[in-house]
């Protein structure tokens, strides 16, 4: 579904439904989140709500999020982001699998 102006009651249904914050109930998996802070494609207040709804319900997996202020959605334009990153996949990795 895609968002218009003139969006229905409808179309906002259907947006729900395809919301990540739908299914946020059934998320079991461990979850690390890396975001940018300039990302205009999945903005980081997008998806530290969806953290916040995940952390606010019982029995909650692990969730660690980082922030990086000066990136956008291409985490792996500046090599200390990049590093950084990696860094954080491979200690979540090792601690979760």
Same mark, same amino acid.
């Given at each position: 579904?895609?968002?218009?102006?003139?969006?229905t009651?409808?179309?906002?249904?259907?947006?729900?439904?395809?919301?990540?914050?739908?299914?946020?109930?059934?998320? #079991?998996?461990?979850?690390?989140?890396?975001?940018?802070?300039?990302d205009? @494609?999945?903005?980081?207040?997008?998806?530290? @709500?969806?953290?916040?709804?995940?952390r606010? @319900?019982?029995?909650?997996?692990?969730?660690?999020?980082?922030?990086?202020?000066?990136?956008?959605?291409?985490?792996?334009?500046?090599?200390? #982001?990049?590093?950084e990153?990696?860094?954080?996949? @491979?200690?979540w990795?090792?601690?979760?699998?």
């Amino acid at each position: 579904a895609r968002a218009r102006v003139d969006a229905t009651p409808d179309d906002l249904a259907a947006l729900r439904a395809v919301s990540p914050l739908a299914t946020v109930a059934s998320v #079991t998996a461990p979850m690390l989140f890396l975001l940018g802070g300039g990302d205009k @494609r999945v903005p980081a207040a997008d998806a530290q @709500r969806y953290v916040a709804a995940l952390r606010g @319900r019982p029995g909650a997996p692990p969730v660690r999020v980082l922030l990086f202020p000066e990136d956008g959605h291409d985490l792996g334009v500046r090599p200390q #982001t990049e590093y950084e990153c990696w860094a954080e996949v @491979r200690a979540w990795l090792e601690a979760h699998l």
